[in-house]
């Protein structure tokens, strides 16, 4: 078999089909559930509840016993025929039993049918005098079906007084054969229901998705003008909106990939066009092999070399493939020494690069990435500057913390792009175009690095006058240190 064939096989339900099923084994349940409450249990909950009531007007006639003798007549009587059972009450002296009540609501019933002799009187009264009610059930009895006999004794000075009712039970096959063909008449009905709203509620949900379905196929092959539509329920009127917002960022990413890959492209061709040139002319002109000339070669492959190594640094750092390496080093040294890189460019473009510090900062972190960070950090202030070249850097420490920041004069960044100029190949238009030397990486790099630290940084910007970007890492005190 092969695998297109076992994928096939292995085809998910249609959602219409798994809504009926479940909906179809939700009714199934109910209906088992109602079969075995209302006929197979039907006979033992009836005698049950028969038992209940039976003890309950036992007990309510004890307590009517205190009153006199018409009232407490008149008690029994509506208590029997409120409840269609018989009721007997006995006087008890001795060994002797004297019929004081007698309330017949059935024709047909233990206390009435002349099985209620002396012999069987006394069996109820023993039995009746050892708990608070006593319950019987009397099978074969009289009425045909059985019934419930309760008794109890009620203590009467030198007498007792026997309270015995008598409940008849009807039969329940006619019900339980009424039952049998209402369930089948319901169960039949209840499929269709279930099969009905199986389908309308799956074609409520299922449309949306399908649409949804739809435009994310367009979404795979790179279409990104697709618009995911929810629906009314919140759960896939969330989906939708996520997967627009997603569809969103990956049709910037793929613009900006794009911009990135035309920019490398560029980056590469110039110093390669300037290597092949200059050493095509090195060797074919006699005389043009001259320091200079090599020196631009130096020059050319330095900037591919840097070209290769920020891309090689940044798939590093957000593959996760770079580990920190933490050393004891001096933070203030470290930005020192990269200002002083860019010594050349002070004498021969007029650049100014300043450093406020006003002591010398020891840190505990990776050297070569924190380096990275400033280098960046100072690269990008010097492409973006203003038309005076300055460039300020300064150190604070504020509660054990040392903040870098790197200043610069240039157009500043609009408020609402802040977040965004440290994604990956980000370019804000005219305020923040690909710098004039280097990847246009930088502050991905910059931000990465940062994060594997798990330094604070960030960015203040005001259109017109320049930018401020900063960094914080612990100062190393010397109780650390020791």
């Not at 006003?358 to 990275?372: F, K, N, P, R």
């Amino acid at each position: 078999m092969t695998q297109k064939q076992n994928k096939k096989l292995q085809r998910p339900a249609r959602m219409k089909l798994k809504m009926f099923g479940y909906m179809a084994a939700f009714i199934a349940i109910v209906i088992l559930l109602l079969w075995v409450f209302q006929i197979v249990l039907l006979d033992d909950i009836y005698r049950q509840t028969v038992r209940v009531e039976s003890a309950g007007v036992t007990s309510a006639i004890a307590v009517a016993s205190k009153l006199d003798s018409d009232g407490f007549r008149s008690k029994v009587y509506n208590l029997a025929a409120e409840h269609s059972t018989c009721v007997s009450v006995f006087e008890i002296a001795g060994t002797k039993g004297r019929e004081m009540v007698s309330a017949h609501s059935q024709n047909l019933c233990v206390i009435h049918s002349n099985m209620l002799g002396n012999g069987f009187l006394a069996d109820i009264y023993a039995n009746a005098k050892n708990t608070n009610v006593y319950v019987e059930t009397v099978e074969g009895s009289a009425t045909g079906n059985g019934s419930i006999l309760c008794a109890k004794v009620v203590e009467n000075g030198a007498s007792d007084i026997l309270i015995v009712v008598n409940t008849p039970l009807a039969s329940v096959d006619a019900t339980v054969n009424t039952l049998h063909l209402q369930f089948g008449i319901i169960s039949a009905i209840l499929l269709i229901i279930a099969a009905i709203m199986a389908f309308i509620i799956s074609e409520r949900i299922t449309r949306p998705v399908a649409a949804m379905s739809r435009e994310a196929k367009k979404l795979a092959v790179g279409n990104y003008d697709v618009n995911f539509e929810g629906g009314e329920f919140l759960e896939t009127a969330e989906l939708g909106a996520t997967l627009n917002y997603a569809a969103e960022e990956l049709s910037k990413l793929d613009t900006m990939q794009k911009e990135l890959i035309s920019n490398i492209s560029h980056d590469l061709r110039t110093p390669l066009t300037m290597i092949s040139g200059y050493s095509e002319v090195m060797r074919d002109i006699p005389g043009e092999m001259t320091a200079e000339n090599m020196q631009i070669v130096i020059d050319e492959t330095k900037r591919l070399s840097t070209l290769v190594n920020d891309l090689l640094d940044l798939s590093r750092l957000t593959g996760g493939q770079r580990k920190l390496n933490k050393t004891v080093f001096s933070l203030t040294e470290c930005v020192r020494s990269t200002i002083a890189r860019y010594s050349h460019l002070s004498e021969n473009d007029g650049y100014s690069i300043t450093l406020d510090a006003a002591e010398d900062i020891t840190v505990e972190a990776d050297e070569m990435l924190i380096l990275q960070v400033i280098y960046n950090l100072i690269s990008n202030a010097i492409n973006y500057t203003g038309e005076d070249k300055k460039i300020h850097v300064s150190q604070t420490v504020n509660n054990g913390i040392c903040r870098i920041s790197v200043s610069d004069t240039g157009e500043g960044i609009p408020e609402e792009k802040l977040p965004y100029i440290w994604d990956r190949y980000y370019r804000t238009g005219d305020f923040h175009k690909r710098a004039v030397s280097g990847t246009g990486l930088g502050l991905s790099i910059v931000k990465n690095a940062l994060v594997l630290h798990h330094a604070p940084f960030g960015v203040s910007s005001t259109v017109g006058v320049g930018s401020t970007f900063w960094f914080e890492l612990p100062v190393l005190s010397d109780k650390n240190d020791k």
